[in-house]
């Protein structure tokens, strides 16, 4: 179902922020890692991160500890395709030592693409009670498990990060070729402390779990990963048998703890950094509000969909998705780039705005509009107001770039070709009414396919200028209007 404004995280008030978070998408050779350390304290340890989920049931590695021989066991941290998190590893020695492997699976699931989690895995095998020697937090909450083989009283995982061949890991276990889907933030890794998920969060006075700021140690050999630095690095080195691109304290891996256990990347570029974090969460499109035939086509931490051909069923319908944030008043700006496939130019794509708190089906096989409340910039020009289709604007074609400013409070639209003002410049009157409204895409050819590149302000694609609205939010490629601004939680709980 659509999330009105927001997913489980809203816009906090003024305290510990985070500027940015690290975007996996799950192609091959990506993710990053760091070398592993024959010191390091394998009984006792914390994971703590924020995470953003964008693909739903599939198998997703979080954090992997593996060298190449696949008869060695490993220490794994997983979204499992049922949704759940499963940690798993192999004991130095004590029950299950030599050939099994330990585990704990959350009896939750965990399917919301529009809201920060903050996942905590805190394992103390001095502890005298077995269950408590390795715990699952999410969102500040110790999570009901299935368990099996709990590690025995001081007994570590062998293979989680023991020598220079096992490396830490992150979005990546390229032994068995599993990757990660998710933004990352605020990465802590702290090497013979185990600490209470309320060491790194918070519950604020609305009752939300926010993040603040760690004042622990990390230990030795531990390390803190802020995101902070947009350079991917340079040089090559290998870990685990794969080929990194060298990381630094000026990069994208770049350790903050002070032990400069600095991690090094593969498959990045400059856009997977981004300012999506669980204190500004901006919006996306969301994979649980799309037609049937759209399932596994998002890409880019759900910044591009790929809509594909052979949609007509009948006049009415098409196929779309929409976007995880809606509004309900307010002045918003956001972009979309359009690209198309093999088949070339569709005349039946469009982008816009649609109420979706009454009588909007996309949950089966086809996206069906509801005409009598929508606004759309189509393909070749014309435009849709309420289901009344008349002539415009120019004609888009391929990797041009539509901007949308849409004005819920004074009942005005109006759409940009390339920076270019549509229309003259004369505003669409689009009667908005009082429920919620989203972004919306749809293509319904009978052929080719539309890739919709959407853009609120951390896009998928490079941009050749940089601008962003005037709280200093987002990364657009043209000038925000004045007194727009882009989607994201700070700005909507100021303005929406």
Not at 199 to 205: I, K, L, Q, R, W
Not at 212 to 219: A, C, F, I, M, R
Not at 367 to 387: A, C, E, H, Q, W
Not at 391 to 399: E, K, M, P, V
Request: aromatic residues 14%; proline residues 3%.
């Amino acid at each position: 179902m659509p999330f009105p404004v927001l997913g489980s995280n809203s816009a906090v008030a003024a305290g510990y922020e985070i500027d940015n978070s690290y975007r996996i998408d799950d192609g091959s050779a990506v993710g990053m890692a760091r070398f592993g350390n024959n010191s390091r304290n394998g009984n006792t340890f914390t994971i703590s991160f924020w995470i953003k989920r964008t693909k739903l049931g599939a198998f997703q590695t979080i954090v992997t500890s593996k060298v190449e021989d696949s008869g060695v066991n490993a220490f794994l941290m997983t979204f499992q395709s049922d949704d759940t998190i499963k940690v798993q590893g192999q004991p130095a020695s004590g029950t299950g030592a030599g050939a099994g492997r330990d585990y704990i699976q959350t009896n939750a699931v965990f399917r919301d693409p529009s809201a920060w989690y903050h996942i905590v895995y805190r394992q103390d095998t001095t502890l005298s009670t077995s269950t408590d020697r390795h715990r699952i937090y999410v969102n500040g909450v110790q999570q009901s498990t299935s368990t099996y083989n709990p590690l025995d009283q001081n007994v570590g995982d062998a293979y989680f990060y023991n020598s220079s061949s096992y490396p830490y890991a992150i979005g990546n276990d390229e032994r068995d070729n599993n990757y990660g889907n998710f933004y990352m933030a605020e990465h802590h890794y702290t090497d013979g402390v185990s600490n209470a998920p309320t060491e790194f969060g918070e519950t604020n006075d609305n009752g939300v779990w926010i993040p603040k700021e760690y004042t622990g140690s990390h230990g030795s050999y531990g390390h803190y990963l802020k995101f902070d630095n947009s350079s991917g690095g340079s040089g090559t080195t290998t870990i685990g048998g794969h080929d990194y691109t060298t990381g630094s304290s000026s990069t994208i891996g770049a350790d903050s703890s002070g032990n400069g256990n600095h991690f090094h990347v593969q498959g990045y570029s400059v856009e997977d950094q981004t300012t999506d974090t669980p204190t500004n969460n901006f919006c996306t499109w969301n994979p649980l509000d799309a037609a049937s035939n759209i399932s596994g086509r998002f890409s880019e931490g759900n910044m591009d969909v790929d809509v594909p051909g052979n949609n007509v069923v009948s006049g009415a319908e098409a196929r779309g998705c929409l976007s995880t944030i809606q509004f309900s008043k307010g002045k918003w700006y956001f972009e979309m780039k359009y690209e198309y496939g093999a088949d070339g130019f569709q005349d039946t794509a469009g982008i816009g705005l649609i109420r979706t708190d009454t009588g909007f089906d996309i949950h089966g096989s086809t996206l069906t509009r509801n005409f009598s409340d929508n606004v759309f910039y189509y393909v070749d020009g014309p435009k849709t107001i309420d289901g009344t289709h008349t002539s415009y604007g120019d004609a888009w074609t391929q990797n041009d770039i539509i901007g949308v400013a849409a004005n819920l409070d004074d009942n005005e639209v109006y759409f940009y070709k390339n920076g270019t003002i549509q229309n003259s410049g004369t505003a669409i009157s689009k009667t908005f009414g009082d429920g919620f409204y989203s972004i919306v895409n749809f293509h319904g050819s009978t052929s080719g396919g539309a890739l919709f590149r959407l853009n609120t302000g951390n896009p998928s694609f490079s941009i050749s200028s940089g601008n962003s609205d005037a709280n200093g939010y987002g990364n657009f490629e043209y000038a925000v209007p004045s007194g727009y601004y882009a989607i994201c939680t700070k700005n909507l709980a100021e303005y929406g």
